[in-house]
Each structure stands twice: as C-alpha cells, then as structure tokens.
C-alpha cells in the first residue's frame, strides 16, 4: 500500500522559483510513489489575511493552475479546497482541547512568525488573534483528516508537525488508538536566493520571480539582478559565486555553466551579455511552464471540475476520519 502524503499550500499569492526549486518540484516527483493530497489552505491563508477576503480567493485558483502546470496530475494526485471540507474545522474544534495555549505560545514557528507580523498584530502581539495561534491545530486536522503518514515540511515548519503528532498522541491516550501519527518528509533543498541577493527568495521581499512572469517582467528583473559589485567596466575579473545572475545559470542548468564561470573569473565575459542568456534561459525553461498554465487559464472549467473531483474525494476520506473521531469522543448520536 501507497503511503498517504499531505502537502498544504497557503493560498497567498502565485508560486516563484523559490516555491518550485525549494519544494513543488520534488512534489512533481513524489505523486508516483506516495498516494497524494494536495490541500489548498485557503482557512489558514485567512488566519493572517482575514481582512483580504479577495487576495485568498484568487490566490486558490492561481495557486490550482502553478501546480498543473508545474505537473501535478490530477489522476494521480487528490488537489482540493480546505474550507470545501468542513470535517477538518469540526476536528479542529476537538483537537483545541488538546492543546494548551502556553503551549501554542511556545511553537517556535508561531513566535517567529507572530514578531515577522508586527503590521498585523502590532509590536506588543496585543492583536494575535485566537485564529492564527491556533493555526498549528488546524493543521493538525488537515493532516489527520486523511491520514496523512508524511508531511512535507520546510526546516521551519519543524516545530507544526511536532505539535500535530502531540496532539495526536494525546488523542489517542485519552479516546483510544484512533488517529495515525505523521512524519516530516524533510525537504533536502537549500533554500533559494532573491534576485537581490538575499538569502530567501520571497513574496513579500519582491524579489522573486514567478514562475508565470512574462518575458517583460523576467527581462526587466534579470536585467536588475545583483552582481558583483568590484566589477565596474566589462573587462573586469569577478566572482560568479556572489553574482545572482550565474546564481540562477546554475539553478536553471544554464548549458556551459563552466565556460560562463571561468570567462567571468577571468574578465572575459560582461555582465549585460551574462544577462541576456540567462533571461533567453529563463524563457526557454519557464516557457513550457507558462504553456500549459495559459491552457488551464484559457479553460477555466477543467480546473474547476479538477477542484470540484478532487475535494469530494478528499471529503469522503475526512467524513471517515470524523465518524471515527465521534465515535472514540462518544458524540456519535443516533448514529
Ligand atoms: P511570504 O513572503 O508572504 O512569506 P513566501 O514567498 O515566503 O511568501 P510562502 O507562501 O510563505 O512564500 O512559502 C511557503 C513555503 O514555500 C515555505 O514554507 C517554504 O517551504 C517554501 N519556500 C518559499 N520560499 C522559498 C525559497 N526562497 N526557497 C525555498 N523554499 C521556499
Ligand atoms: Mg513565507
């Protein structure tokens, strides 16, 4: 029997080559061996855009078609909408009672990204809302709601699967051996770099490119990207290991990578000619990409009955998991 793997995603915007190379390709790879379910978190996007009703909504649709695009296949893998499973805030009301707020407080991951937060919660956290502390248990609900074995999860995202598996445990101490507890499939990827030499490429540092930029966006970001700064006149010897542009040759397998190095080590290679091949690269690698996007946006009622196909599969998976949940908390009336 497959494993079942739970990959959620925080409707928050589109995917950016940070996304891809530092997660949703291997998750490409991943479908064949493991039974997949791919969750659009639109409830936890809510949880720190509560007040942005219109960017989640969007952001579930762009978020469908960047992942078939990228090759998830829906015959393979299950792609739903959180907020269409009901079942999992029901859990998530249950699993509260299992956890402590002390505890909450404590998750490294929500202390890091309650003091990230300051415009929405203020510098004092006086605002945190009862909601986004308690996002942790709302995960753990996506997770166990279809049994879900692995969880793939960033270095940072540690600390969510540790409280789930408490929860878990503690679930089944009290109400019996009910609920499966999941493991981190840790992701090997470094995290990827922003185009102004940042060390994470991210939405709200602007420094990403996305995966369906047009070629006017990518020309003008490239063409802006940081290189090294001791290199004035074209001629100059450089160092390619603190450029980005040669950063991104080698992230998109750019051919004759050591050609480019050495003729930029030795001053034989300027930078605006450096860029123009990269953005040609990047255009040839991200083509493809944006092609089968463009078929997906141009047919909207194929990713909607994806969607639709995929959380009423989901759904019966979920109404399985809570039968079971009432039953072991003996709130299964008249059933
Ligand atoms: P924001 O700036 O709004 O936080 P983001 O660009 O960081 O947005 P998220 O939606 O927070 O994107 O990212 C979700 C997950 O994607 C991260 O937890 C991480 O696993 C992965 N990810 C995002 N950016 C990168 C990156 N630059 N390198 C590797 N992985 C990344
Ligand atoms: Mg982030």
Redesign the pocket.
Same mark, same amino acid.
């Not at 990827?189 to 922003?194: L, M, V």
């Not at 994470?200 to 540092?205: A, E, H, Q, R, Y």
């Given at each position: 029997m497959k494993k079942t793997i739970l990959t959620g %995603? &925080?409707p928050?915007?589109k995917l950016?080559l +940070?996304?891809y190379?530092? #997660?949703t390709k291997n998750w490409v790879l991943l479908q064949d061996e493991y039974n997949s379910f791919f969750e659009i978190a639109d409830v936890q996007a809510l949880t720190d855009n509560f007040n942005n009703p219109e960017k989640v909504r969007e952001s579930v649709r762009d978020i469908a078609i960047d992942l078939l695009a990228i090759g998830i296949n829906p015959e393979k893998s299950t792609i739903f909408i959180q907020s269409m499973i009901p079942e999992i805030a029901e859990l998530t009301i249950y699993y509260s009672n299992l956890v402590t707020i002390a505890r909450l407080y404590r998750n490294p991951t929500i202390k890091t990204e309650i003091s990230q937060k300051k415009a929405l919660f203020g510098n004092d956290g006086e605002s945190v809302t009862y909601g986004f502390v308690g996002y942790p248990v709302s995960q753990a609900a996506d997770i166990t709601a279809f049994n879900g074995e692995l969880v793939p999860? +960033?270095e940072?995202?540690l600390p969510l699967l540790e409280q789930c598996r408490e929860i878990v445990r503690k679930f089944n101490s009290i109400y019996g051996e009910t609920l499966k507890e999941p493991e981190a499939y840790l992701?090997k990827?470094? &995290? %990827?770099?922003?185009l102004d030499g940042n060390d994470?490429?991210?939405?709200?540092?602007g420094n #990403?490119i996305y995966l369906r930029d047009s070629e006017d966006e990518i020309k003008k970001k490239i063409m802006g990207a940081v290189t090294d700064t001791n290199k004035i006149k074209k001629d100059d010897p450089a160092n390619p290991d603190i450029c980005m542009v040669y950063y991104y040759h080698q992230l998109i397998k750019s051919e004759d990578l050591n050609n480019i190095c050495n003729e930029c080590k030795k001053g034989l290679r300027g930078c605006v000619q450096c860029k123009k091949e990269l953005i040609e690269n990047m255009n040839k690698f991200l083509n493809p990409i944006k092609e089968k996007a463009k078929y997906y946006e141009d047919n909207p009622e194929i990713v909607d009955e994806i969607l639709i196909n995929g959380t009423k599969k989901a759904k019966k998976v979920a109404e399985n998991t809570m039968k079971k949940v009432k039953k072991a908390i003996k709130i299964d009336y008249y059933d």
């Open positions: %995603i &925080r928050t915007g950016h +940070g996304h190379f530092g #997660a999860v +960033g940072d995202q992701s990827t470094k &995290r %990827i770099k922003g994470k490429m991210g939405k709200s540092l #990403a």
